[in-house]
């Protein structure tokens, strides 16, 4: 089974804080993606990444950063977090287009509050 | 940009009764995915039908797919209380080369003992 895991489940930080979320996962995907997830809006991509030191802007990409150095890890930062980037943050995987139909692998979320 | 759309926003059934939740799109596709999401939690992958397949099963789960009107259903039968929770649709984002996918805003499934 494919395993995806997120550093933390749940995490609270101060405004201005830099933040450093991270996720890893088990299978050799290529593809790695960031997702935030808030009430009424669904799952808006962030960032995603479909191979080491390559990267991509999503549909919301201001105010987040991302790095991948290994190709099991792919961290999503926030330079300066603000209130409205409170919110769920999911990270999922894939094969690259072709392989496997798109399908993607979830870690269980963080849930990032900023006071 | 939203491709996938479902329908009802919430659904409230007791158990043993069949539970059916659609999914609306824009644009052509090569195939079409619903995942769960118990609550809190990550998303998890169901079932996946291609665009040349009417209909797919997988124990409890039935989805059909109609290109013609762009539409997806998926059937739960028997529901339990387990199955208590929301319900994506999902659809290959198509032009940019990647493997990206997008997300309908869900179906919340209350199932009651």
């Known amino acids: 089974d494919v395993k995806v895991t997120q550093s933390s489940r749940y995490l609270v930080k101060r405004t201005g804080e830099k933040v450093f979320l991270e996720c890893v996962q088990d299978?050799?995907?290529?593809?790695m993606f960031w997702y935030r997830q808030d009430p009424g809006l669904g799952l808006r991509l962030i960032y995603f990444?479909?191979?080491?030191?390559?990267?991509e802007k999503g549909d919301i990409p201001e105010g987040y950063s991302v790095s991948r150095e290994k190709k099991e890890r792919f961290s999503l930062i926030l330079e300066s977090a603000s209130t409205n980037q409170t919110s769920m943050y999911l990270c999922?995987?894939?094969?690259?287009?072709?392989?496997?139909?798109?399908?993607?692998?979830f870690g269980p979320g963080t849930r990032l509050t900023v006071l | 940009s939203q491709q996938g759309e479902e329908d009802p926003q919430a659904l409230s059934i007791q158990e043993g009764e069949n539970a059916t939740m659609n999914c609306s799109y824009k644009?052509?596709?090569?195939?079409l995915q619903w995942y769960r999401q118990n609550s809190g939690r990550g998303l998890v992958h169901l079932i996946l039908?291609?665009?040349?397949?009417r209909e797919k099963h997988s124990g409890r789960l039935r989805v059909t797919l109609d290109t013609s009107k762009k539409s997806s259903s998926l059937l739960i039968t028997a529901s339990r209380a387990a199955d208590t929770a929301s319900y994506f649709c999902?659809?290959?984002?198509?032009?940019?080369?990647?493997?990206?996918?997008?997300f309908g805003k869900g179906t919340m499934l209350l199932v009651s003992p």
């Open positions: 039908i291609r665009s040349n397949e």
């Open positions: 990444s479909y191979d080491v030191k390559m990267k």
């Open positions: 299978m050799d995907h290529e593809n």
């Open positions: 999902a659809t290959p984002r198509g032009g940019s080369g990647y493997s990206t996918l997008t």
């Open positions: 644009t052509s596709i090569n195939n």
């Open positions: 999922a995987s894939s094969l690259p287009l072709g392989l496997q139909p798109d399908t993607q692998y």
